[in-house]
């Protein structure tokens, strides 16, 4: 397992102790910002899914009727265990010269951010490995939406270049994160304890683990549309036409509250949009496109790639 070396900590004592750390590693989370999340009290729960309606309709005087009902299906919502652990020489971290306290505290928090980063990349590609998913992890909107009706092909065709955007409804029947054993994400505090150094002999470290259970909902597959095979072709890429098209293929009355995408294909949207102020100053970089229920907010993700296979 790799652990902090003299390095690391000569790199920390050779820096400003008034500027600290500078993370380049973090990543805005829109998909934690914006996508609601519920709490359950164990790590897994039933939900209940109409499948289908019962017939209606009219008779004749005198005549009777067939009876009929709905069919329903019961889908399991499962949460996985997120458990992340860094650890460390003792006498490497003692040797900080801020101490061994903020050099433990600036590894938890990139544990933290590693993990969010994480849940993430499972949010869109699942158990995927190939796209950095996790196969350990919970099922994402790629394996959870219906691939043959709530998708649009935006036809690009050089491969290993596609992106994908996704245009999501929220709610407790619709998409939302679910976080087992009552919403826990416990940064666990550190404690000393023998670990296995890189020769395989035993020494002293500092040890810290997060534990949280992260899961997916998706309780309708009207829920979630994908545009797929978006790439930097000429005219494959992302643009209001496109979007649109997605759009209707959500029940009337029922339009996403999200659109997410990669920074390239919110670049493309930009680009395929015309000023049209008196200035010919160019066009805003796109925040939303508008809906019959008012604007539908847009934006990027670190977490969507630009390297899609064209069969994914």
């Given amino acids: 397992m790799p652990k902090s070396t003299l390095l690391d900590i ?12 500078i993370d380049e590693t973090i990543k805005p989370h829109p998909e934690l910002i914006y996508v609601p999340a519920r709490t359950i009290k164990g790590t897994s729960y039933k939900t209940l899914i109409r499948t289908s309606l019962p017939t209606a309709g009219f008779r004749k005087a005198n005549d009777g009727v067939t009876a009929s ?107 939302n ?3 087992g054993e009552n919403g826990s994400m416990e940064v666990e505090d550190p404690r000393i304890e023998t670990i296995t150094g890189e020769n395989g002999g035993s020494l002293t470290g500092y040890v810290q683990e997060l534990l949280a259970y992260p899961g997916l909902q998706v309780g309708s597959l009207k829920s979630v549309v994908r545009i797929k095979k978006l790439t930097a072709d000429s005219g494959k890429g992302l643009t209001d036409d496109v979007i649109y098209d997605a759009l209707s293929k959500f029940p009337a009355g029922q339009e996403p ?20 102020n008196g200035t010919g100053a160019p066009a805003p970089i796109p925040e939303s496109i508008e809906g019959t229920q008012g604007p539908i907010p847009i934006r990027p993700s670190e977490a969507i790639l630009d390297t899609e296979a064209l069969t994914l």
């Avoid at 849940?119 to 699942?126: H, I, K």
């Avoid at 691939?147 to 029947?173: H, P, Q």
């Avoid at 659109?259 to 294909?265: Q, T």
Wanted: with cysteine; glycine share 10%.
């Fill in 69 to 175: 009902k709905s069919t329903y299906d019961n889908r399991r919502i499962e949460t996985y265990i997120l458990n992340p652990r860094w650890e460390c020489d003792k006498a490497v971290a003692d040797r900080n010269e801020d101490g061994p306290e903020i050099f433990i505290f600036d590894e938890a928090t990139g544990m933290l951010e590693a993990s969010l980063q994480q849940v993430c990349t499972n949010f869109y590609y699942g158990r995927d490995d190939d796209y950095g998913g996790d196969v350990e992890g919970h099922p994402g909107l790629i394996d959870s939406y219906d691939a043959t009706n709530m998708v649009v092909d935006a036809g690009g065709t050089t491969g290993d270049t596609g992106s994908s955007v996704w245009l999501i409804r929220f709610g407790r029947k619709h998409v």
């Fill in 177 to 179: 994160w679910v976080w």
């Fill in 257 to 276: 509250d999200l659109i997410l995408c990669s920074k390239r294909s919110l670049k493309q949207l930009r680009g395929s949009r015309t000023a049209t």
């Fill in 10 to 21: 000569a790199k920390r004592n050779g820096s400003d102790p008034a500027v600290g750390l």
